[in-house]
């Protein structure tokens, strides 16, 4: 997938994998990889969250941590890209090189491409987690709505259900995770 990108205003393709790259897939990067998962949307409920998620980023970031998102520009998902982007070193190309992202065909149309090294494409939001799961051994999963209790309920069960190589450290931030006020809301 080639998608169009501007840097130091010179247009050029950026290609974004569709598979993980196997240099991602490592013992080592994984446990050097955080995803950051949570609200894509701005809402009041988890506009409590934003400070936390930015300077939790920013500081693990600054420890050498890489990060992984959906490089989305709002909620919680983008609160974690700007971080990324910001205290991230740069490689050659002078992207920011522990800014990770990981995208969904379609793309959604917020994904800011040039400030990231996109190291996959999902053809589904749950093809989406499973990449997550493949490059991050640590999982920080911030308030969100359905899409957020899905990534959250499916990385749990893996933990519950699954082999004990596959097991992440799933760390929920907030009191938000009210399942009867998103049934609720999700009702309407």
């Not at 991602?24 to 955080?34: P, Q, R």
């Amino acid at each position: 997938m080639q998608v169009q990108r501007v840097q130091n205003n010179i247009p050029f393709q950026a290609k974004i994998p569709k598979a993980i790259l196997p240099k991602y897939k490592t013992t080592e990067s994984k446990a050097n990889t955080i995803a950051v998962l949570g609200s894509s949307k701005t809402t009041d409920e988890i506009l409590k969250y934003m400070d936390i998620c930015s300077n939790s980023v920013k500081s693990m970031v600054l420890s050498g941590k890489n990060i992984v998102t959906g490089c989305g520009s709002s909620g919680i998902m983008g609160e974690a890209y700007k971080s990324g982007c910001n205290y991230s070193l740069k490689n050659k190309n002078n992207l920011p090189k522990q800014n990770l992202a990981i995208l969904t065909k379609p793309l959604w149309g917020d994904e800011d491409l040039e400030h990231c090294i996109p190291i996959g494409c999902a053809k589904s939001e749950a093809d989406r987690i499973e990449m997550f799961s493949q490059v991050a051994d640590t999982m920080i999963i911030f308030p969100g709505s359905a899409g957020t209790l899905q990534e959250a309920t499916t990385l749990i069960s893996k933990n519950y259900y699954g082999k004990p190589e596959d097991k992440k450290k799933i760390i929920l931030v907030g009191n938000y995770f009210d399942f009867k006020e998103l049934l609720r809301k999700t009702r309407r």
